[in-house]
């Protein structure tokens, strides 16, 4: 609520951002905001640079189009038209977030250049094979532009071994792209900074604010390990904007770094949040959310019709509802019961979660994003759901179901 | 205010979209508002489609990627190993908004593969020009994208013929897409529809209700006039965002259709405002703005020191400051001189205004947005720059000065 007192100033004063002169406080505010969490992720004061974006797929997309226009920057002028000496991959993890793929097909690299690195058993990127893909990318002639690693992965909530994912980019020149948009707030605590590290030696880093710092939607940040690729983006000026008589103010007209014009001002609630309470206000949500995640594992594992699909390694849990009826079913069914379950669930208004699809198996899937949430509240869940799949037990046993359920 | 009180309630209670159950309000206020302003554009009810989006760069860079799977769907999956039938090219207005060139770089088209298309002397596109381009794209094999016009263009606020222009995009089968983020509210005043006519013959158009609607920035509409093409820019999913147990709520998860995932909810202030004041308000709104830029039209037109570079069409008016001992020097100086007293006047927190080049020449740009700005204030303006330019005279006069100033 305090954190909408500052973005009601952001409504009010509507003063948004493009050119430094339009918007002089939002543009502080932001360089400001960037300047201390790039500390905090790592980075080298000075050498660093970053923007602020409307949401993380944005700001993958301009990582990613900042490390395409290194790797080919004819693209940018030709087109089609390039004659480019390999064909363009980008390498992420398989648990990658959609936006990345995405990217790949709206920045012209190609949906179908995505190669997919394959995880380990806690679906972590396996470093292993990693080192493999990149060495048959380099055999069959192929560029990569960028290696997509996650802290953490939506799925489960993985964060993958950034400093080993480093140490083979370094060696093979690559760049290095890492989506920390829910986990890399995981930096500001003391007992899991450890699932970050490695987080500064990346080229971009994508850091939603909006996430998991608790920020009004939308606040995500780009940085840049090195300051001098800021510009790599995008190269070129509108007239009226952008004033030759003080060109020193470049480095201050966010235009020139992001996919928008005018963007709104969004870093005034992180701002006054920050400096009302500081990081630990942030480190102490960081705990609290991961110690509430892990007492729900906890909780599964004690419950005999309920089984968690991994171990937890932040706010993020998956779990599934099992007994020996569902059991039995089919996998397309019991999915379908997974699906028809929750949809009921939120429609009844009592509980929002979300599924997911883990190994072709349906699952719920929670965040935990509140530090008022507590154990009562996760066994209301639990006996909510319990109660709600007696009752669609009975309508699975009566008529059969005839709807297709389609595997995405 | 108001729309900062509507805006503190997307802000506080912070539903977001990209998928209807996370924010079925959201959704549904977004979805009116299309439905209202598609409407008052001309499209007919229940044929076309729209979404909202961070920013009219955003929307004409979806719009355009829609266009570009249209035309040369291989782009998105293959990338630059699409083997195209032909060069693609977009011919676009050479005021058009610098965005539209970054898209061509962003989307992979070749920023080289923009074609501008000559204005006339009032700089609007010129149908005899764009027919020409045309035809010797089709001579050399180049694939045509889409046409972009502008209703209107920032330069000058100059209004293309969209009913000349989508009479040859009819006749040669081409995607016409029209930026009518500054100009598109034209519609609401029985004054001047007349400069937006043609409008709903685009297939993509770009209307921000942050400008010229006067709504805290951002919320920027793009609509398609055929609602099949609404899903043409992407092309993916996300298994744990979209359920396949209720498919028919596709047509309400916004995510599927553009860039961003997460995205704020952009439309309540002006739903809150709409629901209110009804449409007439907007209409009043252009008809005094647009009045108030042709009094200081007729001001600069008495005035001896002053030069009106055009006739306004809408609420943008452009001009310099002459005088016989400024008219002597040299373009670059002149330029230089306008660049600097520019400065002076922004620093010193009297008036904002922005600069623009027209014809190589520097000049002064002003917005009327404000309804409550009066000839009072516009002669306030003039007064204030005739006296700084005095004593910016006098500094040029005494030590030549050595600055470089850059043409852009």
Known sequence: PLAGLFEAIVSVTNQVMAVYEMGPW??????????????????????FAGLVTHGGSLANLTGLLAARNL?????WSQGPQAEL??????????????????????????????IKVPLDDRRRMNPAALEERILSCQAENKQIIAVVACACATPIGAFDPLNEIADLCEQHDLWLDVDAAHGGRACFSTQHRHLTAGLHRADSVVFDAHKMMFMPALSAFLFYKDKAHQFSAFQQQAAYLFDPSAPEIAEYDIGLRTVECTKRANSYALWGIWSLFGKSLFADLVDITFATARTFYEMLLQASDFEPVHEPQCNIVVFRYQSDWLNALPLEQQNLFHFKLRRQLIESGEFYIVHSVIN?????????????????????????????????QQAFDEPPLVDHCEQT
Chains 1, 2 share one sequence.
């Not at 790797?71 to 693209?75: A, Q």
């Not at 990217?103 to 179908?112: F, N, S, Y």
């Not at 899937?365 to 509240?377: G, S």
Request: net charge negative; aromatic share 4%.
């Open 85 to 114: 000496e390999a064909i363009p991959v980008i390498l992420v993890s398989s648990d990658a977030h959609y936006s990345v793929t995405r990217a790949a097909g709206i920045l012209g690299i190609g949906a179908d250049n995505i």
């Open 360 to 392: 072709e198996q349906a699952a719920f899937r929670i965040t935990v994003m509140n530090p008022l949430t507590t154990e009562v509240h996760l066994n209301q869940l639990l006996n909510t759901i319990r109660h709600r799949a007696g009752a669609l």
């Open 71 to 75: 790797k080919c920057p004819e693209l």
């Open 26 to 47: 939002a543009t502080s505010v932001e360089l400001a905001m960037i300047e201390s969490l790039g500390r905090e992720i790592g980075f080298t004061p000075g050498t």
